[in-house]
């Protein structure tokens, strides 16, 4: 008997980032040869406050049984189309997809849904599942994008960084894409501001190609460039987003929500799609 494969899980609420994230998701699991399961959660009447009157359980269930109805028609109108199954989950939303991630290839959310208000870059459902989730999040951007074919992932000296090198690599082997390694640094202040910034810059680049040799060799097919800019990195990976199909990050952050502190501001102010890969991520 075949070993299942795990699916790509995308979360929907009816809005339009939501269907913008849908379709993504489809065609990430068409290009992954892997299962769509399209999951919409009943958040309680407590936590949704901006509906006229009180919803019971029963409504809440109709209108989310309708709002996947329509998900799961706009997934078969498209050719090709994935396998397709459905979670309808009585939970707040950004428990429901961490819950999902536990089984899932990853996890795709529009960067902001009904609940937000127009002026939030970013809704809290996406932050959420992004800092907590066990498996890499996708969070994607309104709006169609023309094809770039690159694929712009993050690094820093940490071991944390191979998870995100094969998340990349893997998308880039999917979509006939290059890999655009993306190192930032900026020089020290202080008392260590006396070393030489032109030494560092060279330091910068070779480290940059130390931890990218590994992948190189495994994804021989894979055209990769590297950059090591004297820059802030999440203004790096913000301008490197803007002509690319998506950008990689690993989440690394402090106590209990594992969102860097990169991590959250490139989910803020990216121009493309952004995968946020928790560390030691197994890809396959």
């Keep these: 008997m075949a070993e299942e494969l795990s699916p790509v899980v995308v979360g929907v609420d009816g809005s339009e980032p939501s269907r913008v994230a849908l379709r993504w998701a489809a065609e990430e699991a068409v290009r992954r040869g892997r299962p ?12 949704a406050p901006f509906y006229p009157v009180a919803m019971t359980t029963e409504i809440l269930q109709q209108v989310g049984g309708a709002i996947l109805e329509q998900a799961v028609g706009d997934v078969r109108g498209r050719e090709p189309r994935p396998a397709v199954t459905t979670a309808l989950l009585a939970e707040p939303a950004s428990v429901a997809l961490r819950g999902q991630a536990e089984e899932a290839y990853e996890v795709v959310v529009g960067h902001r849904g009904r609940g937000g208000f ?7 459902v996406s932050l959420r599942t992004a800092g907590y989730a066990n498996a890499p999040v996708v969070v994607v951007r ?5 094809e770039q074919r690159k694929i712009v992932v993050g690094i820093d000296l940490s071991r944390h960084s191979a998870a995100a090198l094969r998340y990349a690599f893997d998308a880039a082997a999917v979509r006939e894409a290059v890999v655009r390694v993306v190192y930032a640094w900026c020089p020290p202040e202080g008392r260590y501001a006396v070393l030489d910034v032109g030494e560092l810059a060279e330091a910068a680049h070779r480290e940059a190609h130390r931890i990218v040799a590994p992948w190189r060799e495994r994804y021989p097919g894979i055209a990769v460039t590297e950059d090591s800019p004297r820059e802030h990195p999440v203004k790096a990976l913000v301008t490197a987003s803007a002509d690319a199909d998506l950008v990689v ?9 594992r969102l ?5 501001g490139l989910l803020h102010h990216a121009r493309c799609p952004v995968a946020v890969v928790p560390p030691g991520t197994e890809a396959g």
Excluded: C
Excluded at 36 to 47: F, G, K, Q, S, T
Excluded at 118 to 124: D, I, K, N, T
């Design 118 to 124: 127009a002026s939030l870059l970013l809704g809290s």
């Design 142 to 146: 309104d709006g169609d994008r023309p």
């Design 36 to 47: 769509l399961r399209i999951v919409h959660a009943l958040d309680p009447w407590a936590e």
């Design 249 to 257: 990050v690993t989440a690394r952050g402090h106590s209990g929500l």
């Design 260 to 264: 860097g502190s990169v991590s959250h």
